[in-house]
């Protein structure tokens, strides 16, 4: 069927002329109807996404085709898109229209893909489950039960049940390497500064960035080669060149030394996942990768420091909502600080409300060099660790998360337990570093476990290689959930 | 750790999120969970260590102080909730 093939099978095809975009895009939005009950779309843009299919093949046919021309793909609803909803999962933007795309739209438009929708997110961002979303929870394909983990599930879920072969998401804590792993699919979160946060709508500053999710490593070259790249309207934006991703991926694995932070293979995670974290590294080992032992000491630090850090940045990058300029404005309000309390207090679900919250408590006079402070020098310290295990070592490699999908509802109640989800990924974002979770089998319930791999800033050419060596041997990839 | 309901207001004005006498509750109980967990940085060692305030340290790029963008006020206001003449409309101000 149509829909298994990967993302590159599939701009392939359209430019040999064996499918039209046409066909592709209307299949695409055929099996997203079929589809709903995961609720992995926020919006779903059909006579855009047509009109687009039809101009691509009219491209096609001229025989100019660009990177991705014909290819239908989803966008994380954080990302900016002119004409279309952008609600970053919130009811603060339930009815917000951007008049501009944002840089990484804008570059999948030049590239030819089709953009068939937005995809359901944690509010704001902030969680790692999607159940913060005002629009309702995404159901993980593989288990309806299930979440399909966060911040980015619904395009996690829109990719495992193949209603698009890759989407976009986001990345400040995990958010992109926990539902890869969670959905069974290789998710990469690039180095900060790698790809464009304008018109991304802002979490944490210094920790957002955004990246691919995809069913293996290939595509997930194809789209980072689509997003990544300077951009003087982000002032973050590094000015460097992207190396040629797609054909890095040959690389082979011998000689590359994959550093095993003791840290990561403790007893705090499922034993199930630490066996086939074991058993993919066995396999690289084979192909002639060499393991070492590596320490990163001071990662339990990890948690409480970006829970300070990205809480910080939230409460100062929200504070744009205001229900003065756009997004939701109380109809309940007498005077200026009535409308500014009310609309926040309408407009906020409770996990934005909270992180906010002591975001601004930590930044609060007579608390801020106890917290926040505090917190920037763990970050130093933290990003140390890294430098110092990377002298022995070319990737780091652990569990993306310690346990495999939980059911919905499990956590809701207990933000703290929530925030644990983010222990082997949040101090990848601290650091900066690329950070890539690939699949690596399935556990006993017939849930996907997700092998993580850190590199060093920058290099993101050898975790996609190490990733696709490993899904030539390998089929998890492979694998579709029963029903899609 | 754990944060008293004076404290949950004084934060809640200062983020301006009006918080209801029902919710003062579940907040201070969220709120104190997380400084619980918060708390755990102080285990980590940092003395005289620089704080980093971004990664790689990276510093931001300054660019000639010229004009780049163009005029869109009015594609911007589209998105606002009440405009009149060019100008966002408010309640009245008392201080």
């Keep these: ?484 | 750790m754990s944060i008293s309901e004076k404290d949950v207001l004084r934060v809640a004005h200062l983020a301006r999120i009006r918080v209801s006498s029902d919710e003062l509750g579940d907040y201070q109980e969220g709120l104190s969970g997380i400084l619980s967990l918060v708390e755990q940085m102080h285990d980590c060692d940092t003395d005289g260590v620089e704080p980093m305030a971004h990664p790689q340290d990276i510093q931001l790029r300054l660019r000639e102080d010229q004009v780049t963008e163009p005029d869109q006020r009015d594609a911007m206001q589209e998105s606002a909730p009440q405009v009149d003449e060019g100008l966002y409309l408010v309640p009245r101000v008392i201080e």
Excluded at chain 1, 247 to 274: A, I, M, Q, W
Excluded at chain 1, 321 to 328: E, P
Aim: proline share 5%; with cysteine.
């Design chain 1, 1 to 484: 069927m149509l829909h298994e093939h990967s993302l590159t099978a599939l701009r392939d095809m359209l430019r040999r002329r064996e499918i039209s975009s046409t066909e592709l895009t209307r299949h695409c939005l055929d099996r997203i109807a079929q589809h709903k009950n995961l609720n992995a779309f926020v919006t779903v843009d059909e006579s855009g996404a047509m009109s687009a299919a039809a101009a691509a093949d009219e491209q096609l046919a001229r025989g100019e085709a660009d990177l991705l021309t014909g290819v239908p793909i989803a966008h994380k609803d954080i990302f900016c898109t002119r004409g279309i909803l952008t609600t970053c999962g919130s009811k603060m933007l339930e009815n917000f229209v951007s008049p501009y795309d944002a840089t990484v739209v804008e570059r999948f438009h030049q590239a030819g893909s089709v953009t068939v929708g937005k995809t359901n997110m944690d509010e704001f961002a902030m969680g790692s489950s999607n159940e913060t979303s005002f629009f309702g929870s995404v159901r993980n394909p593989w288990d309806p039960n299930r979440v399909p983990g966060g911040s980015s599930g619904g395009s996690a879920a829109a990719v495992a049940a193949c209603l698009v072969a890759g989407a976009t998401g986001t990345d400040t804590g995990g958010s992109i390497r926990q539902p890869a792993a969670f959905c069974g699919l290789t998710g990469l979160k690039p180095s900060y500064g790698r790809v464009s946060r304008y018109g991304m709508i802002a979490f944490a500053s210094s920790l957002d960035q955004g990246g691919p999710i995809t069913r293996n490593a290939e595509d997930a070259a194809l789209m980072l080669q689509c997003m990544a790249g300077f951009d003087p309207r982000d002032s973050t934006s590094i000015n460097a060149p992207t190396p040629d991703m797609t054909t890095l991926l040959g690389t082979e694995v011998r000689g590359l030394r994959l550093g095993l932070p003791k840290e990561f293979f403790d007893t705090s995670v499922d034993g199930e996942v630490l066996e086939k974290v074991r058993e993919s590294l066995a396999v690289l080992e084979r192909l002639g990768a060499t393991l070492v032992d590596v320490s990163l000491p001071n990662s339990a630090a990890g948690i409480p420091c970006y829970y300070v850090i990205a809480p910080a940045e939230a409460s100062s990058n929200l504070s744009r909502f205001d229900g003065v300029r756009f997004g939701h404005r109380s109809e309940h309000a007498e005077e200026l600080v009535d409308l500014y309390e009310n609309s926040r207090a309408e407009g906020f679900g409770e996990e934005v409300k909270r992180r906010i919250l002591i975001g601004t408590y930590a930044l609060s006079a007579g608390y801020y060099d106890a917290y926040y402070l505090k917190a920037q020098k763990i970050r130093r310290v933290i990003a140390q660790d890294f430098e110092t295990a990377f002298e022995q070592c070319d990737v780091i490699v652990g569990p993306t998360s310690p346990t495999t999908a939980f059911p919905l509802g499990a956590k809701t109640q207990d933000p703290v337990a929530m925030y644990l989800n983010d222990i082997f990924t949040n101090t990848v974002n601290l650091a900066g570093l690329p950070g890539l979770s690939v699949p690596c089998g399935f556990d006993t319930a017939g849930l996907p476990v997700g092998l993580q791999l850190i590199g060093k800033f920058m290099d993101e050419a050898s975790l996609l290689s190490t990733a696709h060596q490993l899904q030539q041997e390998t089929d998890w990839h492979q694998r579709m959930p029963e029903g899609c």
